[in-house]
């Protein structure tokens, strides 16, 4: 309650609170727009997405070791994710595409904790930091703070957004992968390469992770085991958000990082992902009875 | 036919005994003269960075007492060996080693593991076979309140880890004029044992001396992102600031505060000297205080390494890296043993438990001797402060480098 208290006497507290909030969540919205992906064209539920991050990270750190610019190292980093997840569905993933959802989880669990132990024996355990060189911005008079990377996350969620939503619609590939999505059998019938298609779309997914991955790096820190709370909560806004929408992921993540940084602040830290999931619980019930009411109004 | 088969057998079989025999009395002639010493260290998992630092410890410790002639007791000479299992940095398999240690290879003598998770689990195996259990790398207080007997650590246990803070906070009050009461304190601190007990070590002192703790945050393990605290903090401007949360959390703390600007006159945290902050972000690190185990400016000495500073110097020569406490710890474990060897005259686990029990030495780690509970009472942690970009020792006084900067400065 005393924090509660301290929010209404300082408003401009919760004006930090809520731009921190969202800038976290627009990290978090790459990584679900990759997981809607995956899931909706692939039918795959990504376990491993959180340690494409991590790879991610990794690659920006080393990126910045060699002396490359953050701002090339991003995309640089999301290349060189783009040739992993490819590499990766063409090794792996392409024998549990079409399987059982059970099947998928488990294998890419399995991928999860190999990417995991395997980036400790190649990178050490160490926690690494890769400077963005770039600053902070004073609002309020000194009294809100906003790291000029986060901006830029955030700025690189909507960019990723915007391609990912025009990839879709206009390029050829982006075709090919909807209309994979929608029937993969009359896909391959009408001509498609749907096995080009899913590397594709699992490359893509890298790439996009592997942003997220340099962002983080340049925010906070990067280690082999930081995957999981990102994958956790990329399925988190996925299923709230839904497959194929890729502004709803987006407004989603967003939503769920000021909600994040908000309970953290007034419940204390420890019961910040408690509130996350009980949020999550709140919205699956809540948006079961506002179903049921829709399709009682159709009868 | 089956004749000659059998005769074949026969002489196949003899050769083999024979090989076995001649292979066993080698091994026989070769623990003769030598002691070995049982270890599970991590070289693979989360803790393969602190598990070599570990090892190698062990093994400058192992080359240098046999260097000087290996360790005489009861008048003979023997030299010390190691046997290593990687522990995988899990505990199950760290106590499934320390069992195939001491049944399978007929180890009298354990080491340690890196960390208190691992040391748990192994404590209940040595304790049930009563094999002497030295350790350097494990200081949860929660290890020596389960009674053992053979258990001993010659670190300080975690809750030591940062309560020199909060008296270099009351010193510096003092200095003032002004009452320690009035200093407050935010402290955050991972929700895990090791952070937990030092939470315990801070709160004991923060209330001998009356001080105000505003805020108290537990962040989960899985932490990525420190903003919410942070802004608590800079909301109710305590006087210092605390947190521990291994290397990840060092690191966030000194990367957030610097982002978000957060001006603590006071902070302190644990594992920054392995975060390695100040050589990553050194601008952002400067005057931030430090909690460690040892350091090597520190005027300790002993018979077999000389001063801290000889041990380091030595530790980098032969393992290329600067020598981590991580290392001298372990080192420290290996010298206790050997102090232990040559004051119980025999090599009964039982004699040697005891000679441990009473050890009262002074090594280049620093001064060991265990209370009944079996951690090291004598030693006193250190407290190093970010200054240019390098770590000096500010507290405790007897051994400073250099005085304490107080308030910190604020890059900008």
Known sequence: MENLRLLFDSPVLSVQLLIDGVLIGAIFALAAYGMALVWGVMGLINVAQGELVMLGGYAAFYLYRARIHPLFGIPLAAAAMFCFGWLLYRLVIFRIVEKDLFISILATFGLSILLQQLANTLFGADVRTAESGFGTLFLFGGAVTVAEIKLISFAAALVTGVFLIQFLRRSRMGQAIRATAQNARAAR???VDTQRVYAWTFGLNAAICGASGALVAMTWVVHPYLGLPYTVRAFMIVIVAGLGNVTAVLATALGLGAAENFAGFIFGAEYQAAFVFGLLVAILVWRRFWLARERRYLQ | MPKRISRTHLVASGGVALLLALAFAAVAEATGDEIVLGAAVSLTGKYSVNGKNTKDGYDLAVERINELGGVKVAGKPYK???????????????????????????VKFMLGAYGSGLTKAMAPVTEK????????NSAARELFTQGYKYLFAVLSTSDYYLRDAVNLAADVAKEHRKDPKTVKLAMAFENDPFSLDVRDGVLEDAKKYGMKVLIDDKLPPEINDMAATLTKVRAVKPDVLIV??????????????GEMKIDVPMMASTHCDSARIAETMPRLAEGFLCASQWDRHLSYKDRWFGSADDYANRFEKRFNYPAPYQAAESTASVLVYADAFARAGSLDPEKVRDAIASTDMMTMYGPIKFDTTGKNTAKPMVLYQVQGGEYKVVAPK???????????????
């Open chain 2, 80 to 106: 010390l060996k190691v046997t290593y299992y990687d522990d995988e940095s899990t505990p199950a398999r760290a106590a499934q080693l320390t069992e195939r240690l001491i049944s399978q290879d007929g």
């Open chain 2, 244 to 257: 521990s949360g291994h290397e990840k959390g060092a690191a966030l703390v000194v990367r957030q505060t």
């Open chain 1, 189 to 191: 019938v009408m001509g």
């Open chain 2, 129 to 136: 076979y009563k094999v002497p259990h030295v350790e350097g």
């Open chain 2, 398 to 412: 007897k051994w400073a480098q250099t005085k304490l900067v107080w308030p910190r400065k604020l890059s900008q």
